[in-house]
T-cell receptor
Framework: DSGVTQTPKHLITATGQRVTLRCSPR?????VYWYQQSLDQGLQFLIQYYNGEERAKGNILERFSAQQFPDLHSELNLSSLELGDSALYFC?????????????FGQGTRLTVV | AQSVTQLGSHVSVSEGALVLLRCNYSSSVPPYLFWYVQYPNQGLQLLLKYTTGATLVKGINGFEAEFKKSETSFHLTKPSAHMSDAAEYFC????????????FGTGTSLTVIP
């Protein structure tokens, strides 16, 4: 158990819909990262938050947004969903800003868009 | 900019044979390096990491990796493959100075042949 909790584990929704994925980081970790993993694209970095503020942005579509709340949990919002958005979405957390700490990954949310 | 290259998206070894998964990185500053393993339908789990100090790093499940600055490499090895080692392996690099984003390679799928 990594200590990172993601809900829901599975999500099936229709094209055009909007969903929210939730992540609770490990206790005390200030950084939260979101990744998308699909068969054809591999592991893609989406966005990072540190203590409530956006820290780095990767290949995140404009239809996607995220935020980190004062209690440090984070949500990833995916809207106007397309079939190609079907993927595993991972959240990871790490402590502090130092580079020598690893990221701890949740079990992921499997999103299926039909 | 930083990047990670994993040579070989698929590697097959016989049970009991040496496992060698290659990782080369580019970084303008001293990097922190990580190897993660992902079993089917699970999140990524840390195998080992290099931050400072000894360049030969030992991890879980008998894996080890050696940081070679002159070759910008961080190859993962295990002397004797076990069936349970079949998984996806990811190399990652992170800077400690200008930001703390993780950069992941595209992954190597390891198959162990009985």
């Amino acid at each position: 158990d990594s200590g990172v909790t993601q809900t829901p584990k599975h999500l099936i929704t229709a094209t055009g819909q909007r969903v929210t994925l939730r992540c609770s980081p490990r206790s005390g970790d200030l950084s939260v990262y979101w990744y998308q993993q699909s068969l054809d694209q591999g592991l893609q970095f989406l966005i990072q938050y540190y203590n409530g503020e956006e820290r780095a942005k990767g290949n995140i579509l404009e239809r996607f947004s995220a935020q980190q709340f004062p209690d440090l949990h984070s949500e990833l919002n995916l809207s106007s969903l397309e079939l190609g958005d079907s993927a595993l979405y991972f959240c990871a957390s790490s402590g502090g800003t130092g580079g020598n700490t690893e990221a701890f990954f949740g079990q992921g949310t499997r999103l299926t868009v039909v | 900019a930083q990047s990670v290259t994993q040579l070989g998206s698929h590697v097959s070894v016989s049970e009991g044979a040496l496992v060698l998964l290659r990782c080369n990185y580019s970084s303008s500053v001293p990097p922190y390096l990580f190897w993660y393993v992902q079993y089917p339908n699970q999140g990524l789990q840390l195998l080992l990491k290099y931050t400072t100090g000894a360049t030969l790093v030992k991890g879980i499940n008998g894996f080890e990796a050696e940081f070679k600055k002159s070759e910008t490499s961080f190859h993962l090895t295990k002397p004797s493959a076990h069936m349970s080692d079949a998984a996806e392996y990811f190399c990652a690099v992170r800077q400690g100075y200008t930001g703390n984003q993780f950069y992941f390679g595209t992954g190597t799928s390891l198959t162990v042949i009985p």
